[in-house]
């Protein structure tokens, strides 16, 4: 039995997310899945990766652009998987299959085990039981208190993210750093991913004692979550969200969380047009017009982590017990640094034959 793993974007800088995996079963049957199907982080039509023909089917880890935004080109023929919370984003014209958010499935005779990866709300990780085991984190963290991250199995290859690089800063002094900047004279604009970290920061706000916040109509919102199961959401945060009470979005609120993240449309979008009446706090991703507004001083980026620190990305290593590890979603200037940190298992290229 063969196998082929090709990260088709993602590895070696911060992009969209797609990565083929190509395997020939005990009977002979060749399958070809593709992990993600990621748009353009820069808001632009070409994704930077082309679908190959011959793929069977497509498993998708979580909802944000950048591992899903590549659906819209991907032809009704084929089969796309995705949890139950993740297939209200996805585009209408595909073929949807249910992915379970903690547990197996059989794709084209491929056996698939997920795991929370707590990231986002039904983000997952992939675990394919071929070749000594094939693990992708898609986005992943361990320090959110709303999204949990379960523990994955043994894994001989590990495909991880690795977002924030070399990054070693907790998530406690990534929020000191943001009440820091936060202004009184103007509302405070906050673009964040409207399933990711927009409820679990309007949540730590809360827990702040700081109530004047507002989400966008398009996030995730506390009711959303009261009702939810434990192996979604942090009992935690799940009790202090059914404490709060519905609010109504306003432009001129104190604190604003709303979408898209990287600022091209919905609520960021818009009132991203009037800049110059906010006090902006981007605290992910930047693209180019996000770079040049913090370098002009014109916004602040503070990071909130729902990416791993490197000291996370070898933790998870130290769980799988892996023999390879291919670092995704960041410049890899440095593999000895990397190395250095992470051990020697690491790797530094997109193509691995098994």
Not at 279 to 301: D, M, W
Request: aromatic residues 8%; charged residues 20%.
């Amino acid at each position: 039995m063969t196998t082929t793993i090709n990260v088709l974007s993602g590895f070696g800088t911060k992009a969209a997310a797609a990565i083929s995996v190509k395997t020939q079963l005990e009977n002979g049957q060749l399958v070809h899945l593709l992990l993600d199907a990621g748009g353009s982080l820069e808001g632009l039509s070409d994704k930077g990766w082309q679908l190959p023909e011959d793929v069977d089917a497509i498993v998708i880890s979580h909802d944000h652009p950048d591992h899903i935004g590549g659906l819209i080109d991907v032809p009704a023929s084929v089969p796309v998987y995705a949890t139950e919370q993740v297939i209200p984003y996805l585009p209408k014209h595909l073929k949807i299959q249910r992915l379970p958010n903690r547990g197996k499935i059989d794709i084209y005779g491929v056996q698939i085990q997920t795991g929370c990866a707590g990231h986002s709300f039904g983000g997952v990780w992939l675990h394919l039981d071929i070749a000594g085991g094939i693990f992708y984190s898609g986005d992943f963290c361990l320090e959110s208190e709303l999204f949990p991250f379960d523990r994955p199995p043994k894994a001989a290859t590990a495909l991880l993210d690795a977002s924030y690089g070399l990054y070693e800063k907790t998530q406690d002094q990534a929020k000191q750093n943001i009440l820091s900047v936060l202004s009184t004279e103007k509302p405070n604009l906050m673009p964040v991913p409207q399933s990711g970290r927009a409820l679990e920061m309007a949540c730590w706000f809360e827990q702040q004692g700081i109530k004047d916040w507002v989400l966008g109509n398009d996030c995730l919102q506390p009711h959303n979550i009261a009702q939810v199961s434990d192996e979604l959401v942090c009992p935690a945060l799940k009790k202090l969200a059914s404490n709060i009470a519905p609010r109504k979005f306003d432009d001129h609120a104190p604190i604003i969380l709303c979408g898209d993240p990287e600022g091209f449309s919905g609520d960021a979008g818009r009132l991203l047009e009037h800049a110059d009446q906010y006090n902006v706090i981007y605290t992910g991703h930047l693209p180019a017009h996000a770079r040049q507004a913090v370098s002009e001083g014109k916004a602040h980026f503070v990071r909130w982590n729902v990416h791993p620190t490197s000291q996370d990305i070898a933790r998870v290593m130290d769980q799988l017990q892996c023999q390879r590890c291919v670092p995704l979603f960041s410049p890899i200037e440095d593999i000895d640094a990397w190395r250095y940190r992470l051990g020697e298992h690491l790797l530094a290229t997109s193509i691995i034959e098994l």
